[in-house]
């Protein structure tokens, strides 16, 4: 047996995409036949396509869509050591090999030199536009846009995202409040688009400033935080689920507004997600959030740097009063690495 598949870098993430029409309409059968193409289970997964680390392990299915978007877009992450498939949170890094996989996969016609396509993540059931290069038709990866944390540059890819807020847990603050404490320790637990825990890294007996190999340690500490978390936000028992993330913080030194350290859910990320930055930034906006006296604030109408072990991620966030969330955007870049066919594990 083999299947179309695209292997595709998006933003700081690597994964699999396929149309949905190439994979079984069953559930258990698809996913199934997911952990045999990624290689899962296995620490190393030797014999398919995953990559060892959660960053690299993840799927994309794309599929036709009416109304007011053009694809529906499911993100799944796909586990190492354990066989598990889940969609309980989206993926803005993937997002943004979405679109163009759409023009090349012929669901989405190429609208001049600059393409926009309307995605419904259907994890969170909210819209994202992705804008992308199509000179002559046809999708250019090839550009001038670097991202922290992936070498060399290319073709900028602008995200825009509505309706965000509350799209997992219901509402941006999901524990009705700006801060919680949760055994002695001061958190803020936000949605904007992925659940996600804030504290500071000093609470922790951290910089905030660590290298990741020197935070596997903390696994024990942050899985009762976000055992805890998951309860209060609604989410119920989050012991084999991948959200929500923990996010430590620490004040910005590299000319940013906030430096992070994130946990995915438990190992140490080597960057930070795109939605688990936006919903970062949101909290850390709001007056009495955990860490917020560590933000730096930019001026009206600037970007957001938030630093991470890779370097920067620039994001934008709107707030109305309430607090409401406007509108989130980001620039990532994506890159097709290979089109064909594979060959799941038997």
Known sequence: MSVRCMLMRGGTSKGAYFLASDLPADPAER?????RIMGTPDP???DGLGGAQPVT???????????????????LQIGIEEATVSDRQTCGNLLAGVGQFAVERGLVPAGGERTSVR???VNTDSIAVSTFDTPGGTVDYRGTTAISGVPGTAAPVELEFTGTEGSVCGSLLPTG?????????????????????????????????EPVDELAGLAEEIQALRLAAG????????GGTSVPKTTLVAAPRDGGAICTRTFIPLRPHPSIGVLGAVSVVTALMLDGAAGHELFTAPPPGSPVGVEHPSGTLDVGVELAPGPRVRRSTVIRTARKLFDGTVFPRH
């Open 231 to 238: 309860k209060l936000m609604g989410l119920g028992d989050v």
């Open 31 to 35: 996913d199934d036949l997911l952990l």
């Open 119 to 121: 995605v419904r993540m």
């Open 57 to 75: 392990s993840k799927v994309a299915i794309v599929s036709p869509a009416d109304g007011d978007r053009d694809v529906d877009y499911l993100f």
């Open 44 to 46: 190393r997964q030797i």
């Open 177 to 209: 409040n700006v801060v919680d404490d949760i055994g002695g320790i001061s958190v803020t637990c936000v949605d904007n688009g992925m659940p996600v825990v804030v504290a500071r890294a000093a609470d922790f007996g951290l910089t905030g400033y």
